[in-house]
Structures are given as structure tokens and as C-alpha cells.
């Protein structure tokens, strides 16, 4: 298996709705971002998947070296030597790929955030730093665009958040800041035991609200000169805000299960955006 048919089938196997927005770019900038992706699916797995915390530490160290051993010209790993002969192109950076690292270091230490401002900062590492990557890639021309690309990050990963609470407390974690679990009075051990509540309700409806919001500052920073080249962002954006509206739809029954939107619906959203520029 060749490190581009690798990088491939990682990014085709997640059924992530990014693949989804991928299929309409142009090859180049298509085998761009599915190696990077498949980089930030590696390291991540490294959280989900690795019982023992100490082996996870170990195998995300290893990754920080790999990174370092990629931009020295001496990849080891297949994703890396699928990203590297495509990362000068794009302007990715061994700073960029080290802060996805280090937010999933983060996953280790720390289960619970105290206030949004600490959410935040992992949102940025985890999902903000993978917008801007992903906003270059697309073909970015304006500076401004940038800040779009980390506002949208967080979006999406708020979206996730709210999308994924149940399967995330079977982990022990529990995103939701510890502040606003107190506001809506909502215990952790709700969470964790998946107890639903009138209160789970609205505090999870002041999330998706919260989320809308930075979908909507996100839409307005993105320069008109811009528009066109990031439209693989604005199917995403199209596809997790109708997951997010399904969710609301739902009434947040989010502890038991994981919502999700069929694959011919993701691929019609995108399609949409490709051909109407509907969002």
C-alpha cells in the first residue's frame, strides 16, 4: 500500500462529513487535505482508542518526534510521507501539526473544563488550528481568512461537543464547562449516568445557541475575494450546522445516542453548496 492510498482510506473509513466536502476539490488540493486529515485521525485514534494513558503519552511523543523527523526530511510513518511533499505548497507548518498534537495531549490530562475560556483554548489546538491548515489548503488569498478559518474550527468542534456528550461521558469526559453545568444545575453524574432532565435541555440549548453564533461570526469574517476558493469550508459549515439543527430538532437526546446525518444527505449538502453556493 502506497502512503497515498493509505492517507485515503483512513480519511474514506473515519465517514467523517469532511470526506464529504474533500471529494469536490481539485486533486492536488484534494490529496493535500486528505493527507492531513489522515495525520489529525492518527493522533486523535492515539486518545480514543488507547486505553492506558501512559501508552497514549508514549505514542503522542512518538508523533511529536515523527513530526520533527518529517520536516528534518526523514518520515517514517505513511501519513507523513504522504503530507510532506505536498506541505511546502500549502504553507503547513511543524508548528501547526505540534498544536493538534498537544490538544490531544490535553485529552490525557484534563476530563473537565472549568469556564468556556479554558474550552476554548483546547477547541482552538483541536479544531481552530485544523481550520487554518485547512483554510490554506482550500486556497486562501486574503489574511482575514484565517480568522474566519479558527472561528469555524470552533464551531465545528462546539457542534461535536454537543453531538457527541453521551459517547464522550462513557470516557469519563465531560466538556461541557464546569461553570455553566452549575448555571443550568445540572450534575456531572446526570451526564454520566445519561440522565435526561429539563435542565440537561436547557443547558444544551445554550450551547447550540452559543455554537450558531460563532457559525454566524465565522460567515461574516470570510472575505468576498475568498468566498469561492473556500467553499470545501462552507459544505463543512453546511453539513454540521444541519447536524446541529437536527440535534435541536431532537430535543438534544444526545446521552444515549450519537445523531448523525446519512451519507447521501452529506454528500447532497455538499453538492448544494458546490452548485447553488447554498448554505
Known amino acids: 500500500m502506497t502512503p497515498q492510498q493509505y492517507v485515503q482510506e483512513k480519511a474514506a473509513a473515519s465517514g467523517s462529513s469532511f470526506y464529504y466536502a474533500f471529494l469536490f476539490l481539485p486533486k492536488p488540493r484534494r490529496a493535500a487535505i486528505t493527507a492531513f486529515y489522515a495525520f489529525c485521525r492518527e493522533v486523535d485514534d492515539v486518545v480514543d482508542e488507547v486505553e492506558d494513558a501512559g501508552v497514549a503519552r508514549t505514542k503522542l511523543a512518538w508523533w511529536q518526534g515523527e513530526v520533527a523527523r518529517a520536516y528534518a526530511g526523514e518520515p517514517i510513518?505513511?501519513?507523513?510521507?504522504?503530507?510532506?511533499?505536498?506541505?511546502?505548497?500549502?504553507?503547513?507548518?511543524?508548528?501547526?501539526?505540534?498544536?493538534?498534537?498537544?490538544?490531544?495531549?490535553?485529552?490525557?490530562?484534563?476530563?473537565?473544563?472549568?469556564?468556556?475560556?479554558?474550552?476554548?483554548?483546547?477547541?482552538?489546538?483541536?479544531?481552530?488550528?485544523?481550520?487554518?491548515v485547512s483554510a490554506r489548503i482550500f486556497g486562501q488569498s486574503d489574511a482575514q481568512t484565517?480568522?474566519?478559518?479558527?472561528?469555524?474550527g470552533l464551531a465545528f468542534q462546539l457542534t461535536n461537543i454537543i453531538r457527541d456528550v453521551g459517547e464522550d461521558s462513557l470516557r469519563g469526559r465531560i466538556y461541557l464547562p464546569v461553570n455553566e453545568l452549575q448555571q443550568f444545575d445540572v450534575k456531572a453524574h446526570e451526564i454520566l449516568k445519561r440522565t435526561y432532565s429539563d435542565r440537561f435541555v436547557a443547558l444544551m440549548r445554550f450551547q447550540a445557541e452559543r455554537a450558531h453564533r460563532y457559525y454566524d461570526e465565522a460567515l461574516s469574517l470570510l472575505p468576498e475575494a475568498d468566498r469561492r476558493p473556500?467553499?470545501?469550508?462552507?459544505?463543512?459549515?453546511?453539513?454540521?450546522?444541519?447536524?446541529?439543527?437536527?440535534?435541536?430538532?431532537?430535543?438534544?437526546?444526545?446521552?444515549h445516542?450519537?445523531?448523525?446525518?446519512?451519507?447521501?444527505?452529506?454528500?447532497?449538502?455538499?453538492?448544494?453548496?458546490q452548485a447553488l453556493g447554498k448554505l
Open 77 to 132: 510513518h505513511p501519513v507523513m510521507k504522504a503530507l510532506m511533499p505536498l506541505a511546502p505548497d500549502y504553507g503547513i507548518e511543524a508548528r501547526h501539526l505540534l498544536a493538534v498534537i498537544e490538544g490531544c495531549q490535553m485529552d490525557l490530562e484534563q476530563t473537565r473544563y472549568l469556564d468556556f475560556a479554558g474550552l476554548s483554548r483546547y477547541c482552538h489546538l483541536v479544531a481552530g488550528i485544523v481550520g487554518e
Open 257 to 273: 445516542q450519537r445523531v448523525s446525518l446519512t451519507p447521501l444527505r452529506k454528500l447532497w449538502l455538499a453538492w448544494r453548496v
Open 230 to 255: 473556500q467553499k470545501a469550508g462552507l459544505m463543512m459549515a453546511s453539513i454540521y450546522r444541519t447536524l446541529l439543527r437536527e440535534i435541536e430538532r431532537d430535543d438534544f437526546q444526545v446521552l
Open 146 to 152: 484565517t480568522a474566519y478559518a479558527h472561528k469555524l
